[in-house]
């Protein structure tokens, strides 16, 4: 099994930034990609960003040029920094890591941490 923690959600203005760092545990073989999803009320979770093992990235269109995905493979953890943020930005952000066995590939979530844009 894989646990997975969130941290540094918050609320801050509209421009400004902030780091959301995501810790793994248990068992982590074999988690080829991690990334960072989001959710508002009312509307379906989608994802943010995304990054390999080996380092490539994608990121949704919405927050190119303004998020960066990282990965330290050596502490298990995963960071979004997030910078000129906008009101739409407002969302629960969710960890998520994906783990390919075969033909079978294993999703796991974190609790989720809440980001608020304010005006």
């Known amino acids: 099994q894989v646990q997975l923690v969130e941290s540094g959600g918050g609320l801050v203005q509209a421009g400004g930034s902030l780091r959301l760092s995501c810790a793994a545990s248990g068992s982590i073989v074999s988690l080829g990609v991690m990334g960072w999803y989001r959710q508002a009320p009312g509307k379906q979770r989608e994802l943010v960003a995304s990054i390999t093992r080996g380092g490539n990235t994608n990121y949704a269109d919405s927050v190119k040029g303004r998020f960066t995905i990282s990965r330290d493979n050596a502490k298990n953890t995963v960071y979004l920094q997030m910078s000129s943020l906008k009101f739409e930005d407002t969302a629960v952000y969710y960890c998520?890591?994906?783990?390919?066995?075969?033909?079978?590939?294993?999703?796991?979530w974190g609790q989720g941490t809440q980001v608020t844009i304010s005006s």
């Open positions: 998520n890591a994906k783990r390919l066995i075969i033909a079978t590939v294993n999703d796991y």
